[in-house]
């Protein structure tokens, strides 16, 4: 079983950059796995953001992020994380982490392929 805790919410203007960290708890599942950030704003379903495989070399994203976030991970430190820039109010959402155990190395936007998530953590952008 593997933990997930996002960290790096906030409240920020448009314009502004946020890095988003998800730790987890399983450093042996983490690393052979692909993660990804999915969002949920409010009244809307989730949406898929950014996937990365399970070494780092491969990296996927939505069209309505692609160019402004990138998503990274150090196996060493357990942890993924998503670089935010040029923030639009439409980025706001709750932003989740998600991983995939061993049998998952590849990148899918699917969040079914996914059966460990974190619990959430806020970004507001403010126009």
């Known amino acids: 079983q593997v933990q997930l805790v996002e960290s790096g919410g906030g409240l920020v203007q448009a314009g502004d950059s946020l890095r988003l960290s998800c730790a987890a708890s399983s450093g042996r599942t983490f690393s052979s796995g692909a993660m990804a950030w999915f969002r949920q704003a409010p009244g809307k379903e989730r949406e898929f953001v950014a996937t990365?495989?399970?070494?780092?070399?491969?990296?996927d994203y939505a069209d309505s992020v692609k160019g402004r976030f990138t998503i990274s991970r150090d196996n060493a430190k357990n942890t993924a994380y998503l670089q935010m820039n040029s923030l639009k109010s439409e980025d706001t959402a709750l932003y989740y982490c998600?991983?995939?155990?061993?049998?998952?190395?590849?990148?899918?936007?699917?969040?079914?392929?996914?059966?460990?998530w974190g619990q959430g953590t806020q970004v507001t952008v403010s126009s």
């Open positions: 990365i495989n399970w070494n780092g070399g491969i990296t």
């Open positions: 998600a991983a995939r155990n061993w049998l998952g190395k590849s990148t899918t936007a699917q969040a079914q392929a996914y059966p460990y």
